[in-house]
Structures are given as structure tokens and as C-alpha cells.
């Protein structure tokens, strides 16, 4: 039995494409998901991602509150932007089983109508994560939404973002001949209030929805304070997922009144074009914690990530690591040997691109044994598989090469994106890409022979088709991007996105000893270099 110590892994969820006031559905959320270290774990509970925590351990939490909506771009002068979002981050002690539920904040609606050069926008909703009931002791962490921005002419030009405090903003003031009313920010976890000066007051903006009280509707837009954690609406902008208030109601096609944030607490709503609707409160129960105030830009996100686990595994265990990247650049995983002993690395290349009914080449399979001590540093980069054509005009993309090398301050070849030197362990050929023109051509297996010079293959200079970089050469110039060797960061020749990579460590039984040994693991990140799509790392550890 091993115990697997200090392993990063991390989880990031999003919006998956949901917009409005509703979260995402179960089929958008399998949709995003696929492929990643999120697959098949999400529920959608009106919205609410539900997921479960996989291991004992600590975990970082950061959650990033949506944007509030703009006020009517279109205008003459245009209304003002709405609010950032707040970021909060912290360290948390998770048990394994734990149900968690994810509120990823989604931006407010934009303004609508010209009415006296621009109409209001929307509040955007906050980003919370919690276990247990809604207003009870098991809020995690919660990030402010953005307040809706206001009219272009009587807006006062001062975004009010989600804030790190617990309680919400007050909606801003108008300038210049409109009135100057605007709705309380909730405090202590409640909602945000509406402008409530004069009863039956039209054109008053939502609060927004705090984590003990929904946000308090206009009394002439009786639904459009945020709710849990549906956004407010009632006629007119919608308040983003995630408790945003919505515009006040609709007086001949224009939106009034901008909505307050959600968050722990709700941001007050504004009256008439006149002011931003209030940003949203936060909250934060974890230690080690980073807050900022109004930061984010567009939907909310929250990622998740280990820190420091231990946990009795068995033997054979297998843990898949996700490339956050695109399948043309993504990120260098660094494995550091935890203690000396035989290694068997295996690693395969990735399939070429098929065409239609046309296959592309399937990647090689090469596999070794090597002695290594305790603190060497493997770098692994894990190839995608060529992208897919579904016509036969075009050829498929070529299958990305997978490596492992070993860190080598001594040798000759250097590593340039971390200038480093660096020792080839096992390297496994891409696939080539399914031929085009219709014809039934399928694309040659990778090469997993170690006679070959490591220089990159030559293309068809005419049809910009490019040849397959190599460990050493880049590829002949012929595509419009072509591809780079490992040596010089190893990026595919495509700029569209082909899927999610995965690493794969297996780790079996020890050799020549019976004690119990500790493997540690450490994955950490490198930016713009691309991964591998199946690489295994089996551990003998002598």
C-alpha cells in the first residue's frame, strides 16, 4: 500500500454557456465537462452544480463573482459598465463524501432603450460554494457580483463592483436633473433593498440576493429582486445566476433602474437611468486567504484544487491529470521522484486526425525501465490527437508525439521554454492525419523506432499542409503555423482547440522491501507548452 502525499489536481467550474438568470442544465453541464477532471461528477440542481469532495485533505477554493450587465451600449453617449466581480480565495479541510454545492455567478443582461441617452443594466450574480442548507453554517466561500451599469447621461460613471466586505453596496446616485434615490446594500448576509422612497415608485432596479435574504423587488417590479439563485426579472434585464437583481419595469421598451450584485449579501438596486446598482458582499471561512475587490471580468469561476492530501491508496491505483490547455499549447507537468529506485514510464503518442470515414494513424507505444534518484526531475509533455475533419476536402491534423525526459544540468540538449538541460527517457510518435480528396486513405501509424534523427518532417508547400515536428528539428515551414519540436516548447500547427489532455500514474507494488513506502507527487505548471494525451508512469520503488 503506498499513501499519496502533496498532489495537486485541480477542478474549475464555470458557466458551461449558461446565460441569464438560470444556471446551467445537466446536459450543459455534461457538455463542458467531458473530458475533464470534472466528467461525470456534476449534477445540475436547478442550476446549482452539485458535486462531491473525492478526497480527504486540503483543498483552495477560489470563487470569482460575474460581472454586473452594461447599461445600453448603443446610446449616444453609451451607459456605463457595469461592476467587476469580486475574487476571494482560502484553504479548506474537506472530508472525502462531502456534497458541495457550486453557484457560479453569471453577468448581468446589457441595458435596453434609448430613453434620455441610455438605459440600465442588470446585477450580476455572485459565486458561492457551500455544503448543507441555504442560510445556514455551511457557506464555504462567496464572492460579490458586479451592480448593473447605469444610463449613459445621468449614470454617475463610478462602476460599484463586488467587494470583499460582507455587506453589499449601496446603489449610486444619479447626477446632472435625474433624481438621486438608490436602494441599501444587505448587510450580514441578507438581501439588497430596492429604492423604496415613494410607494409604487416605477423604475426601480432589484436588490440583489444575499446567502440569509433574497433581494427586495421594486413595489412596481414586484419579481425582480434576486433570488436564490435565480436573477430577478420583471419585464425587462435579467439579473445574472447567482442572486443579481434585474432592471426595474418597462416604461415603453426601456430599462430602468439597475440592478444590486449578489453575493453574501445583495447590492442595492438604483432608481430610474441614474446610477450603477450596488456590488454584491463577500465571504470567506478558509485560512491563507487573497481577496480583492472588483476584479472579474464576464462570467463567474470557481476552481478547486488539492493541497496537501494524504491518503492510503492500493496498489494499481491510477490518477488522471487534466491539461488546462487547448490541444495546440497547454501546460509541462513535472514529476519529482519522491525516492530512488527503478521506474517503468510508458508513454503513447497520440492518434492523427481522421477525414470523414478515413482513420488517422494510431500513435506508438514505447515503455522502459530506468534507475532514478530520489529528487530527479521528469518533465512530461503529453501530445493531443490531430484535429478531425468531417468533409474530405481537408487532411486531418497529424497526432501529437509524447515525452518524458529527465532533468540534466550535463547534457547538450536544452529544454528552451525552461532552459534547462535535458535527457531523453522514452518517446512515443504521433499518428499521421487521414488523407482528403475523397479518396479512402487512411493516415500511417506513429513510429516508434529510436533510429530516427529527432528533425522535424517536411509538407506539401502548395496545400500549406505541414510535416510533424521532432524531439531535435521543427517541422518544414509550409503551414500557416507550423508545428515546433520538444526542444523549443512543442506546439502543434493549429490554432483550434482539440481537446482535453490526461496524464496517467500508476503506481504498483515495491520490490525488496516490505515496508510501507510514501510516494509523493507534485504536478505544477508551465505556461504555453503543450501536454501529452495518454502518458503512464508505472512506480517500482526498490
Known amino acids: 500500500m503506498f499513501k499519496v502525499a502533496k498532489l495537486t489536481k485541480v477542478f474549475k467550474f464555470t458557466n458551461c454557456g449558461a446565460t441569464g438568470r438560470n444556471g446551467a442544465n445537466q446536459t450543459q453541464v455534461d457538455q463542458k465537462y467531458s473530458g475533464t477532471t470534472l466528467d461525470k461528477a456534476v449534477t445540475s440542481v436547478n442550476g446549482v452544480q452539485r458535486w462531491t469532495v473525492p478526497l480527504d485533505g486540503e483543498y483552495i477554493i477560489e470563487a470569482l463573482g460575474a460581472q454586473g450587465g452594461q447599461g445600453n451600449p448603443s446610446a449616444n453617449p453609451p451607459g456605463w459598465i457595469g461592476g467587476k466581480g469580486a475574487r476571494m480565495k482560502g484553504k479548506f479541510k474537506l472530508k472525502k463524501g462531502t456534497v458541495l454545492y457550486v453557484v457560479v455567478g453569471q453577468m448581468g443582461q446589457t441595458g435596453f432603450g434609448d430613453y434620455n441617452s ?63 434615490y438608490s436602494g441599501n446594500g444587505g448587510s450580514n448576509g441578507m438581501g439588497g433593498s430596492s429604492v423604496e422612497l415613494i410607494e409604487n415608485m416605477p423604475y426601480q432596479g432589484g436588490g440583489g440576493a444575499g446567502w440569509k435574504g433574497m433581494g427586495k423587488s421594486g413595489s412596481s417590479s414586484p419579481t425582480n429582486g434576486g433570488n436564490w ?110 525516492r530512488g529506485g527503478i521506474y517503468k514510464i510508458s508513454a503513447s503518442g497520440a492518434r492523427g486526425g481522421n477525414v470523414g470515414g478515413n482513420l488517422g494513424g494510431k500513435g506508438a507505444f514505447v515503455s522502459g525501465e530506468f534507475n532514478l534518484d530520489e529528487g530527479d526531475t521528469i518533465h512530461l509533455l503529453v501530445g493531443h490527437m490531430g484535429l478531425d475533419k468531417p468533409f474530405s476536402d481537408y487532411g486531418g491534423g497529424g497526432g501529437g508525439g509524447s ?19 535535458i535527457t531523453p527517457l522514452v518517446i512515443a510518435g504521433g499518428g499521421g492525419g487521414a488523407g482528403d480528396n475523397g479518396g479512402n486513405f487512411s493516415g500511417g501509424a506513429g513510429n516508434g ?87 503512464t508512469i508505472q512506480v517500482l520503488i526498490r
Open 449 to 535: 523506432e529510436t533510429t530516427g534523427n529527432g528533425e522535424g518532417g517536411t509538407g506539401l508547400q502548395s496545400n500549406r499542409n505541414s510535416g510533424g515536428a521532432g524531439f531535435i528539428g521543427d517541422a518544414k515551414p509550409s503551414a500557416a503555423k507550423p508545428p515546433i519540436s520538444f526542444l523549443n516548447g512543442g506546439t502543434g500547427g493549429t490554432e483550434e482547440p482539440i481537446g482535453e489532455a490526461l496524464v496517467e500514474v500508476v503506481y504498483l507494488t515495491m520490490q525488496e522491501e516490505e515496508e510501507e513506502a510514501t510516494l509523493e507527487v507534485t504536478v505544477e505548471k508551465v505556461s504555453r507548452v503543450v501536454l501529452v494525451d495518454h502518458l
Open 229 to 338: 439563485w435565480d436573477g430577478g426579472k420583471f419585464q425587462s434585464a435579467e439579473g445574472g445566476f447567482g442572486g443579481g437583481g434585474g432592471t426595474g419595469d418597462t416604461r415603453n421598451n426601456y430599462s430602468y433602474g439597475a440592478g444590486g450584485g449578489g453575493g453574501y449579501s445583495g447590492g442595492g438596486g438604483a432608481y430610474y437611468t441614474t446610477g450603477n446598482g450596488g456590488g454584491g458582499g463577500s465571504y470567506n471561512a478558509g485560512t491563507e486567504q487573497e481577496e480583492t475587490t472588483g476584479i472579474n471580468e464576464g462570467h463567474g469561476v470557481v476552481i478547486i484544487s488539492f493541497s496537501a492530501n494524504e491518503e492510503d491508496i492500493p496498489e494499481g491505483f491510477k490518477m488522471d491529470f487534466l491539461n488546462t490547455g487547448t490541444g495546440i499549447t497547454g501546460n509541462l507537468q513535472k514529476f519529482i521522484v519522491p
Open 403 to 421: 515525452f518524458a525526459v529527465k532533468q540534466d544540468n550535463d547534457s547538450s540538449y536544452i529544454f528552451k521554454p525552461l532552459n534547462v538541460g
Open 118 to 180: 441610455g438605459c440600465a443594466g442588470a446585477g450580476g450574480g455572485g459565486t458561492l460554494v457551500y455544503h448543507g442548507d441555504i442560510g445556514g453554517n455551511g457557506l464555504l466561500i462567496a464572492a460579490g457580483g458586479g451592480g448593473g451599469g447605469g444610463g449613459g447621461v445621468h449614470g454617475n460613471g463610478s462602476r460599484v463592483h463586488g467587494t470583499v466586505n460582507k455587506d453589499g453596496n449601496m446603489g449610486g446616485n444619479g447626477t446632472n436633473d435625474a433624481p438621486q
